[in-house]
């Protein structure tokens, strides 16, 4: 299995590779890792891949995958329209 081909992270496009050489340098939290590599931080925000990197730093550091944390979500945001704080700002006067 090339790890290249195989991707962990639809929506940032990490593959397995990229994770494997995260952890080879040292970064085994899925914190560090979604710091590092965005993992987690796309659409779905890690429902898709959540759990296969928990699998893999549990795999890594030898432990249960019980024992690894997942990552702290965050809402998505979204663009607001300069305009559209205006007329707020208007509103309120």
């Given at each position: 299995?090339n790890?290249?081909?195989?991707?962990?992270?639809?929506?940032e496009d990490?593959?397995?590779?990229?994770l494997h050489d995260?952890?080879?340098?040292?970064?085994t939290t899925f914190?560090?890792?979604k710091?590092?590599?965005r993992?987690?931080m796309g659409p779905?925000?890690a429902?898709?891949?959540?759990?296969?990197?928990?699998?893999?730093?549990?795999?890594f550091?030898?432990?249960?995958?019980?024992?690894?944390e997942?990552?702290v979500?965050?809402?998505?945001?979204?663009g607001?329209?300069?305009?559209?704080?205006?007329?707020?700002?208007d509103?309120?006067?």
């Amino acid at each position: 299995m090339n790890k290249n081909n195989v991707i962990i992270c639809r929506c940032e496009d990490v593959t397995l590779q990229e994770l494997h050489d995260v952890l080879e340098e040292g970064y085994t939290t899925f914190e560090d890792v979604k710091r590092i590599l965005r993992i987690g931080m796309g659409p779905c925000q890690a429902s898709t891949c959540g759990l296969l990197v928990q699998q893999e730093i549990a795999k890594f550091l030898g432990t249960s995958v019980k024992n690894i944390e997942t990552h702290v979500t965050r809402p998505l945001t979204m663009g607001v329209k300069l305009g559209k704080i205006k007329e707020a700002a208007d509103d309120e006067s």
